[in-house]
């Protein structure tokens, strides 16, 4: 729960003010874009900007939102065509999770994203943050939206800390409580939390003086301790098997999906057990067709 010396509700609107005057123009934050794709448009900027930076995101974002403007657009494409659009996102798997998810929403919901948190839930690709956050910035229900950024606002200004623990239920406690209570002030608080620490509370070098609720935080009136990071290391990209993986899909996303021998496939990759393990573990993953010595996109 929050610490009780600083109330919730001079918390929330002082950080709540700093974003209104303060919030990065992002596509997902116009009238226009929510009025032209609506839920949709903010299912799909959540889908893609999961470990994924704001400027990598954005070109695509505009792109997808171009080709499949609705779920029942995108719902009728090939798995092909959804990873090869994917490109260079990273994580190819939410591309595969966003499509089962498109289908999922015109088969049971009439090709309109749901409002409700559990039947959100129950779509493919989507845990507690993505349903919270298409209730709360879509529909504009009282929810509490927690990403790592926001935890590490949470950490920082209540608890001292300089990093957050590992993920848990406790974090949407601990939001919950902080919320305005009007829906519309909420979904503005949540945003602003995240934008907190997407700009000023960064993990690596805060920018504590230009920080809306320095006066409030615990970690500074403790001297900004270093107290510790529990959080799991994601492993270096280069040379990683996730890069392996990258560059088998280039190679086939570059065939537009066709047919490509399998040893004319990343044949010069300096550890070829990487090679094979990374062909294999994207065939199990279904983002590769392995049929008669050739590899291909899934149809």
């Known amino acids: 729960m929050p610490d009780r010396s600083t109330p919730p509700s001079r918390l929330s609107s002082e950080l709540s003010n700093w974003y209104r005057a303060n919030a990065r123009d992002l596509p997902w934050r116009r009238r226009q874009f929510h009025d032209e794709y609506g839920a949709w448009g903010t299912l799909v900027s959540e889908f893609m900007l999961q470990q994924t930076p704001v400027s990598r995101v954005i070109p695509h974002l505009e792109a997808w939102l171009r080709r499949w403007p609705t779920p029942a657009s995108m719902s009728r494409a090939t798995p092909a065509e959804v990873v090869q659009q994917w490109a260079n996102l990273g994580y190819p798997r939410r591309a595969l999770w966003l499509h089962r998810a498109a289908i999922e929403i015109t088969d049971r919901h009439r090709g309109e994203v749901p409002r409700d948190v559990d039947a959100l839930l129950a779509l493919s690709g989507i845990g507690d943050y993505t349903a919270r956050a298409v209730a709360a910035f879509a529909y504009g229900d009282r929810h509490p939206v927690v990403d790592t950024n926001t935890r590490r606002v949470l950490a920082r200004v209540l608890d001292g800390r300089s990093q957050p623990g590992p993920a848990s239920r406790r974090d949407l406690v601990t939001m919950a409580a902080l919320l305005p ?23 690596r070098s805060p920018r504590c003086e230009r920080c809306p609720v320095v006066d409030v935080c615990a970690w500074v009136a403790a001297g900004r301790p270093d107290t510790g990071d529990e959080r799991r290391r994601q492993a270096r990209y280069e040379g990683s098997d996730r890069q392996a993986r990258g560059a088998v899909l280039k190679v ?28 294999d573990s994207l065939i199990a993953d279904g983002l590769v067709e392995a049929a008669e010595g050739c590899l291909r996109l899934p149809r």
Do not use: H, K
């Not at 009007?182 to 934008?195: I, K, P, R, Y």
């Open 181 to 203: 209570q009007a829906d519309a002030d909420s979904a503005v608080f949540n945003a602003a939390a995240m934008e907190l620490g997407a700009v000023v509370c960064t993990a």
């Open 252 to 279: 086939l996303r570059d065939a537009a999906g066709g047919d490509v021998p399998a040893d004319a496939v990343i044949p010069d990759w300096p550890d070829a057990g990487q090679r094979d393990r990374a062909i």
